[in-house]
């Protein structure tokens, strides 16, 4: 499976056959795939030869993939509460191609309650925004990679990742053009590998 990032919250994964591509916007450029994946509504972007497309929570499956989409928040409740404002509603996706189990978290601004955690389950690939000018700061992003615990941490958005590393102590962080295994065997078993990948 390949996996190649096009700018804030949007990849593409693809594995023999099938090609997945999550949140992808006009800043993406011109993206191919058969499956879509999107908590952006209206700012959801055409994808040449996708024959579907997903923006709602539930689950579904397309070409051997399957998909649970969840709903979640772009802020918690209790900032909505103090700030007065109306949190604005954001996906999860959690979906399996090539054997690997990712999840990409959207622009997910709070915590995650045991039951989500239950239900989305084991994770391979945790692609999340968090840090510096996101919706996750540091504190809430590592409370959702304790309770996730992902065997690849990979970092996406527009916002500065540098704080939240140095904080989890992440020493080694591989800068790739493309992330690309072969199989769920190639994976770390004992530590995390952080990715952060290049755009393409």
């Known amino acids: 499976m ?17 090609s997945v591509v ?7 450029g011109p993206l191919k795939g ?11 972007a055409k994808v040449e030869g996708a024959t579907q497309v997903f923006d ?6 397309m070409k051997d993939v ?19 404002k109306k949190s604005e509603a954001t996906l999860i ?11 990409h978290l959207g622009e997910l601004g709070h915590t995650l309650t045991s039951d989500m955690v239950k239900e989305i389950g084991d994770v391979d690939v945790l692609m999340m ?10 504190k809430k992003a590592m409370e959702i990679l304790e309770a996730i615990d992902p065997r690849v941490l990979m970092l996406m958005g527009k916002g500065d990742h540098t704080s939240l590393l140095k904080e989890l102590g992440a020493d080694q962080v591989q800068e790739l053009e493309k992330f690309s295994v072969k199989s769920k065997s190639e994976l770390p078993e004992d530590k995390r590998m952080y990715v952060i990948l290049k755009k393409s």
């Open 34 to 44: 058969d499956l879509v994946l999107t908590s952006l509504g209206e700012k959801t």
């Open 129 to 138: 925004a968090a840090g510096e000018g996101e919706n996750l700061d540091n």
């Open 56 to 61: 709602w929570p539930g689950e579904y499956e």
């Open 93 to 103: 996706f959690r979906f399996e191609i090539g054997g690997i189990k990712v999840c």
């Open 66 to 84: 399957p998909v649970i989409g969840f709903q979640a928040w772009k802020q918690s409740k209790k900032n909505e509460e103090t700030e007065g």
């Open 2 to 18: 390949d996996i190649t990032w096009h700018g804030n919250t949007c990849y593409a994964c693809r594995e023999k056959g099938v």
């Open 22 to 28: 999550v949140n992808p916007d006009e800043k993406a």
